[in-house]
Nanobody, 122 residues
């Protein structure tokens, strides 16, 4: 199995910055993609930023120019640098890992972390 652990959330004032980290571990053969999603109270989970194994990125329109996703492939870790935070960014942020494991048949699955709370005060 694959374990996904996020860190770096917290409380910050509007205009401030936070950096989220997510590390994947376990019987990983290959990570195909990693990304960040978020879910605010009463809203559906939405994609914030994703990065493929080839380095292609995609961002939610409302975070473009403020958030940056990056990866350390050697550490199976993905980061989300969040600058210019707004109260609307308040949510639980989840890490998503698309990985192929070393189990029989080399199955490919999507794994989620437990989430980390980001709260932006006005």
């Amino acid at each position: 199995q694959v374990r996904v652990v996020e860190s770096g959330g917290g409380l910050v004032q509007a205009g401030g910055s936070l950096r989220l980290s997510c590390a994947a571990s376990g019987n990983i053969f290959r990570i195909n993609g990693m990304g960040w999603y978020r879910q605010a109270p009463g809203k559906q989970r939405e994609m914030v930023a994703v990065m493929t194994s080839g380095g292609t990125t995609n961002y939610l329109d409302s975070v473009k120019g403020r958030f940056t996703i990056s990866r350390d492939n050697a550490k199976n870790t993905v980061y989300l640098q969040m600058n210019g935070l707004k109260p609307d960014d308040t949510a639980i942020y989840y890490c998503n890992v698309d990985a192929t494991t070393t189990a029989v048949g080399f199955p490919r699955n999507v794994y989620w972390g437990q989430g980390t709370q980001v709260t932006v005060s006005s």
